[in-house]
């Protein structure tokens, strides 16, 4: 909504009482829906310091990438045979690690599942979207965190995503286990390694192949928030 309003004003900045009614909307929504800290730099224009400019660019990206998140499993459930299996909602949230940083991909890591699954159904609550929220958080805060850590090189895009989502797979393991009631009979070894990795083949393809590639993109373009 932010970022249509900024758009809004771009273009109708001219007209005063766009002008008017564009602010009067900001500063009646600040402190109710938005912080000062998020509307400011549209009330404000240049009088606001980078941080709060920081602050705003990854909120509203985050938003961005949980919408992703959302939508993105409907696309490729028109895919029956392979569907599930491309994982669609990790791209958007191991993105929003590298994009953002770790705080906003754990964030949206740990929504994206149970909002799916409170509002759709999808996937179950219990145990499929509770252990798919700690795994995506866990991908979210690794990506951020390693790639801020590590030198800014092609090949630690690749370290810092591989060692993401071995982490969050891990977590994932765990966390069924201990929903299965730390039973081995109902998810040992061979489950986890079914789950986490061969029925996640095409996935773990896709996102090794296609997130790298946008990461690299976006550092060209200097739209990297988290450098």
């Known amino acids: 909504v932010i970022n249509l ?7 109708m900045w001219n007209r005063s009482s766009f002008s008017y009614l564009y602010n009067l909307f900001l500063q009646y929504y600040e402190g109710v829906v938005f ?18 400019k920081k602050l705003v660019l990854n909120v509203s990206l985050s ?13 490729t459930g028109q895919i029956p045979e392979i569907g599930s299996m491309l994982c669609p909602m990790h791209i958007p949230v191991l993105l929003c690690g590298f994009v953002c940083g770790a705080p906003y991909g754990l964030v949206v890591g740990l929504v994206a599942p149970i ?4 509002t759709l159904g999808m996937p179950p609550l219990f145990p499929t979207a509770t252990a798919m929220a700690f795994e995506l958080a866990v991908y979210g805060l690794m990506a951020g965190l390693l790639y801020k850590a590590l030198p800014k090189k092609k090949i630690n895009i690749y370290t810092s995503l591989i060692g993401a989502m071995i982490v969050g797979r891990i977590v ?3 966390v069924m286990f201990c929903i299965m009631g730390f039973d ?12 986490a990795i061969v029925n996640a083949i095409p996935g773990i393809i896709v996102q090794i192949i296609l997130i790298p590639i946008v990461v690299m993109l976006l550092e060209k373009a200097k739209l990297m928030p988290n450098k």
């Open 5 to 11: 309003f900024q758009l809004f004003r771009r273009i």
């Open 35 to 52: 912080s000062e800290e998020i509307t400011a730099p549209f009330l404000y224009g240049k009088d606001t310091s980078m941080k709060t």
């Open 63 to 75: 938003g961005m990438f949980l919408a992703l998140a959302y939508v993105m499993p409907f696309l």
């Open 115 to 118: 909002l799916r699954s409170l």
């Open 172 to 174: 994932w393991g765990i």
């Open 184 to 195: 081995m009979t109902k998810f040992g070894l061979a489950a986890f390694w079914a789950g």
